[in-house]
């Protein structure tokens, strides 16, 4: 509550650049037997919102992916871009899809 009321209020994208920063070598991330760190996170984020900025322009976007570590980079490099991630259920077919893209109006 007392993060929420202070302007601006805190973001997880906020908590997260803080710990990438103090933190860079700590882990974050076990996928498997992969294991990925507040720096890796970061550094994948940064070349995700560079690939995706010149075609987002703060728009809402859907992403459809499954469980993955992708899915967290993609989160972050959005939420850098300042755009809105629609999340989309990767097995989600057909007209229930295509509802869920037009109900969030994402590209």
Request: charged share 25%.
């Amino acid at each position: 509550q007392r993060r929420l009321s202070r302007r601006p209020a805190v973001t997880l994208l906020d908590v997260f650049l803080r710990h990438a920063r103090l933190r860079p070598r700590r882990p974050l991330l076990l996928f498997r037997e992969e294991v990925y760190t507040y720096g890796d996170i970061d550094r994948l984020s940064n070349r995700a919102a560079w690939a995706l900025r010149p075609r987002l322009d703060g728009r809402t976007v859907a992403v459809f992916l499954p469980n993955e570590p992708a899915y967290v980079w993609t989160w972050l490099a959005l939420a850098k871009l300042g755009c809105a991630m629609a999340c989309l259920n990767c097995n989600v077919r057909g007209r229930a899809l295509r509802h869920a893209l037009e109900a969030a109006q994402a590209t």
